[in-house]
C-alpha cells in the first residue's frame, strides 16, 4: 500500500512562470492538507480539501496560489507568476476521513520549490 | 509570536539519552505529536500523545506532557547515529496542526 506520493521531488521555476505540484492520496483516502516549510521553520498549514471541495484554504495566501484536488487524479498546488518568497518544501498529507481530533496523518516526502 | 516553540539544536553522544523539549501556548490542544525528518525527506510520525495523558512510552521513546505549564518532550533512550534528524513538535485539536520550527539533533560517536 503505496504512502502518499509526491512530485516532482524537486522543481525549480524562474520568477513570473507557474508552478504546479501534484500529489496523491493513499489508497482510499479522500481527505488531502497541504503544507508549506519555510527554510528553518515548521510546517505551515496551507488548505484542506475534499474529493472536488475546498473546505478549508484559510492558510493559502490570496494571491497566486490555487488548490484543487479533483473527482479522479491527484491533488493540484498551482502557483502562479512565482516569487523567491516561494521557494520552500510543499508537503502533502491525507487520511481517510475527518476523524475525532487525532491528526497524525503521514506525510509525502515534499516537493521542493526553488524559485531562481 | 509562535504557538509551538522548540530549541533549535541539540548535540548528543551515542549511547547517551536525548531529551528535546517543547512548548505550545494552544490549552484546547487535543493531541501533540512528535514527527522526525530526516534530510530530503517527508516528516515521519514517531509518536504522539492525547491531552489527558501525561506520560507514553514505546520502546526508545518516552513522551512526557505538562499540560499546567504547556511543556512536552520527547526522551530518545540509548541514542543512535541513525537518530540524528529534525525533531519537530505539533499540536492540534482538529485537523490543522502547528508546528514548531524544529530541533536538529546530532548524533556524535
Known amino acids: 500500500n503505496a504512502g502518499v506520493m509526491q512530485n516532482p521531488r524537486h522543481l525549480v521555476r524562474r520568477r513570473g512562470q507557474e508552478a504546479r505540484l501534484r500529489c496523491s492520496p493513499m489508497?482510499?483516502?479522500?481527505?488531502v492538507y497541504w503544507y508549506r516549510q519555510l527554510p528553518e521553520e515548521g510546517l505551515k498549514f496551507m488548505v484542506y480539501l475534499q474529493k472536488e471541495n475546498i473546505i478549508d484554504e484559510s492558510g493559502m495566501p490570496k494571491e497566486r496560489f490555487s488548490a484543487e484536488f479533483p473527482k479522479e487524479g491527484p491533488s493540484i498546488l498551482r502557483i502562479q507568476q512565482v516569487v523567491r518568497g516561494d521557494s520552500a518544501a510543499y508537503f502533502c498529507?491525507?487520511?481517510?476521513?475527518?476523524?475525532?481530533?487525532?491528526?497524525?496523518?503521514?506525510f509525502g516526502s515534499g516537493t521542493r520549490l526553488t524559485v531562481v | 509570536g509562535e504557538d509551538v516553540e522548540q530549541s533549535l539544536f541539540l548535540s548528543v553522544r551515542e549511547g547517551d539519552s536525548s531529551v528535546i523539549n517543547c512548548t505550545y501556548t494552544?490549552?484546547?490542544?487535543?493531541?501533540l505529536y512528535w514527527y522526525k525528518q530526516e534530510p530530503g525527506a517527508g516528516l515521519q510520525l514517531l509518536t504522539y500523545i492525547f491531552s489527558n495523558m501525561d506520560m507514553k512510552q514505546d520502546q526508545r521513546l518516552t513522551v512526557l506532557l505538562n499540560k499546567k505549564d504547556k511543556h512536552l518532550s520527547l526522551r530518545i533512550a540509548d541514542t543512535q547515529t541513525g537518530d540524528s534528524a529534525i525533531y519537530f513538535c505539533a499540536e492540534s485539536n482538529d485537523y490543522k496542526l502547528s508546528f514548531g520550527a524544529g530541533t536538529t539533533v546530532t548524533v556524535r560517536a
Open positions: 494552544d490549552s484546547s490542544s487535543t493531541y
Open positions: 489508497k482510499g483516502h479522500s481527505h
Open positions: 498529507a491525507s487520511s481517510l476521513d475527518q476523524g475525532e481530533g487525532y491528526y497524525g496523518y503521514t
